[in-house]
């Protein structure tokens, strides 16, 4: 997907994170990119584009309460990697997201724009 057709920022967010499917949970290596309507996974699990997930992103795997989680659903999935669209969260996990965004990007002040833009996930 080029630049101009999405919709967020991606940054890039070296961080832990668990994607919970209906059967399995996985640890994935780390988030490559993440944005306010999805992300790209380091992850080498046999995963099927369609599925419906959960994402934990880890910022404190101690106090749960520091984490974000999301449900999505993947929407590509490569060799060492796939991407997850995300349907729905929290309005707490929402703003959490929003400043991780905000706060890793080049650009804050755009981030800051789309955001005003597009208050939701969609």
Known sequence: MTEEKRRF???VFGMNAKLILADQEITVGEII???V???QLDITAALEAGSKCRMLIELNPAD???NVEVDGEIVRVEESSASIRFLSINPEDLVHLQ???RYNSPDPDKVEKEID???GLV
């Open 9 to 11: 920022s991606r940054v």
């Open 64 to 66: 749960r309460r520091m």
């Open 33 to 35: 990119n993440l944005s």
């Open 99 to 101: 400043n991780i965004i």
């Open 37 to 39: 309507g999805g992300c």
């Open 117 to 119: 833009e597009h208050p």
